[in-house]
């Protein structure tokens, strides 16, 4: 017995002095040699800078894809979604949404739609009425307008703020005031100004003033000729791109 205590006792004191020389080694090294430098990691310059924005102009909801015309202008910021159909000469301005996931929304030849508008479609009308968005030829649809189920027809100028629900028509060469709202249903007669909330009729059209609704149009599908230059090799956009690729290669 007393001599497996003194065995054990001396294998705790040989590991113990083990243990000591080990550390005063580990202290002695670090004495005497320099500190190591601190890695830091630099980003290579072969990699390619990506965009993660999140940001989708155009967006395919089952079997529709939106239908963008070669010569219409779309801001690189404007959603696009589902049954989405933007005709020739046609723009769609900075942070627009045309909402086409319930029914079918049109924006015709040589018309606009202005910066954070909100088009979208309901899936049907109870009353009969057409329950898609027809935005016709020629037709300036104001900054931050609402249009839900309605029918624009050629030739009309809605003002800034405005408000079409679902079922309601603006007749041709009709223009609808800054911050008016159409209730459902509700018919703007043709040739004629309305405005207030909810619209009502305010004056009938002079010769002048219709003449000028398609001048209105034809002058911002003039000014978006100017933003295309942004896309094409006469600016300075495309070096970034060319740059990537030469990374690449």
Not at 43 to 49: A, E, G, L, Q
Not at 95 to 113: E, H, M, Q, Y
Not at 131 to 136: K, Y
Not at 149 to 172: D, K, N
């Amino acid at each position: 017995m007393a001599t497996s205590i003194a065995r054990f006792s001396r294998r705790g004191v040989a590991s113990t002095l083990i243990r000591r020389c080990f550390a005063a080694e580990a202290a002695l090294a670090a004495r005497t040699e320099p500190p190591k430098p601190k890695l830091t990691v630099s980003p290579s310059p072969d990699r390619v800078k990506w965009d993660y924005r999140g940001q989708r102009q155009i967006i395919p909801l089952g079997q529709w894809l939106p239908k963008v015309a070669v010569d219409a202008y779309v801001a690189p910021n404007v959603v696009l979604a589902g049954q989405v159909t933007v005709w020739d000469g046609s723009s769609v301005w900075n942070g627009a949404v045309l909402r086409g996931d319930l029914n079918k929304i049109t924006l015709g030849f040589c018309s606009n739609v202005q910066e954070r508008c909100v088009v979208h479609a309901a899936w049907s009308s109870p009353t009969g009425l057409p329950a898609e968005t027809l935005i016709d030829r020629y037709v300036t649809v104001g900054a931050y307008s609402l249009l839900r189920s309605c029918t624009i027809e050629p030739e009309c100028i809605i003002g800034q703020h405005s408000i079409l629900m679902e079922g309601s028509l603006v007749e041709t060469r009709s223009i609808l005031e800054a911050g008016s709202v159409v209730p459902p249903g509700r018919r703007i007669p043709s040739g004629e100004l309305w405005g207030g909330n909810p619209a009502r009729f305010i004056r009938t059209l002079t010769n002048e003033e219709t003449l000028e609704i398609p001048k209105l149009a034809v002058a911002i599908n003039h000014l978006s000729g100017d933003y295309f230059s942004e896309f094409l090799p006469y600016s300075t956009v495309y070096l970034s791109h060319l740059e990537s690729l030469f990374r690449v290669s």
